[in-house]
């Protein structure tokens, strides 16, 4: 049981790592990789059956035993007996749901939220993961979760450059040859492209 309770929650975490690693392709002004949602859909599958197991074999089907193991836990790290973490873990998972299903069935309005939306959320998800894999975690796991946690910083704070097949990029190339210099259609897409390259065209707002 222990094996499975906790690898569940490990590899849900890892691939919501890589799911925020293939969504920052919108960045670059690039297609989400095919991947990307299924890495989402199944973090948050398994995250869910990690909780089911949780309640089963720690808490007997129990909420009430579910809330004061949190606040067992909580006084012991925090010195506070509050088993309110409960439904933060609740709300974690369905903040997770909720995203898989506006990524899929929505995706333009997904990826052109507003920046404060999309760091709100970061902000939340990152307060879990780190009390989870770090804070709450056991000695031998913490190295883990470091690890973890480290990699999701970087996919988020890092900001690299649109790539050779930027479609940004494509727009600053002339279609045939040369175009006559300050051609209207040629100044036009050179301010979309720089407008892209920006982060300010086109609704894409993600970062």
């Given at each position: 049981?222990?094996?499975?309770?906790?690898?569940?929650?490990?590899?849900?975490?890892?691939?919501?790592?890589?799911?925020?690693?293939?969504?920052?392709?919108?960045?670059?002004?690039?297609?989400?990789?095919?991947?990307?949602?299924?890495?989402?859909?199944?973090?948050?599958?398994?995250?869910?059956?990690?909780?089911?197991?949780?309640?089963?074999?720690?808490h007997g089907w129990s909420h009430e035993a579910a809330v004061r193991e949190t606040a067992?836990?909580?006084?012991?790290?925090?010195?506070?007996?509050?088993?309110?973490?409960?439904?933060?873990?609740?709300?974690?998972?369905?903040?997770?749901?909720?995203?898989?299903?506006?990524?899929?069935?929505?995706?333009?309005?997904?990826?052109?939220?507003?920046?404060?939306?999309?760091?709100?959320l970061r902000a939340f998800y990152f307060l879990i993961i780190v009390n989870a894999v770090?804070?709450?975690?056991?000695?031998?796991?913490?190295?883990?979760?470091?690890?973890?946690?480290?990699?999701?910083l970087l996919v988020w704070i890092w900001r690299p450059g649109p790539g050779a097949d930027?479609?940004?990029?494509?727009?600053?190339?002339?279609?045939?040859?040369?175009?006559?210099?300050?051609?209207?259609?040629?100044?036009?897409?050179?301010?979309?492209?720089?407008?892209?390259?920006?982060?300010?065209?086109?609704?894409?707002?993600?970062?």
């Amino acid at each position: 049981m222990d094996a499975a309770l906790y690898s569940t929650i490990w590899v849900a975490l890892a691939l919501f790592t890589l799911a925020e690693a293939g969504k920052r392709r919108v960045s670059q002004h690039r297609a989400v990789p095919a991947w990307a949602w299924p890495a989402w859909l199944s973090g948050a599958g398994l995250c869910t059956v990690h909780i089911a197991l949780a309640f089963a074999g720690r808490h007997g089907w129990s909420h009430e035993a579910a809330v004061r193991e949190t606040a067992r836990q909580t006084a012991a790290v925090y010195g506070i007996n509050w088993g309110g973490g409960v439904y933060v873990n609740y709300c974690f998972v369905a903040a997770w749901w909720i995203e898989a299903w506006w990524w899929r069935v929505y995706p333009s309005s997904y990826f052109g939220r507003r920046r404060a939306i999309n760091w709100a959320l970061r902000a939340f998800y990152f307060l879990i993961i780190v009390n989870a894999v770090i804070v709450f975690a056991s000695v031998p796991r913490r190295a883990l979760g470091v690890v973890l946690v480290g990699a999701l910083l970087l996919v988020w704070i890092w900001r690299p450059g649109p790539g050779a097949d930027s479609p940004a990029l494509d727009r600053l190339r002339p279609e045939n040859g040369n175009p006559r210099p300050g051609a209207p259609s040629a100044i036009l897409r050179q301010r979309e492209a720089e407008r892209a390259l920006s982060g300010h065209g086109g609704g894409r707002r993600w970062i």
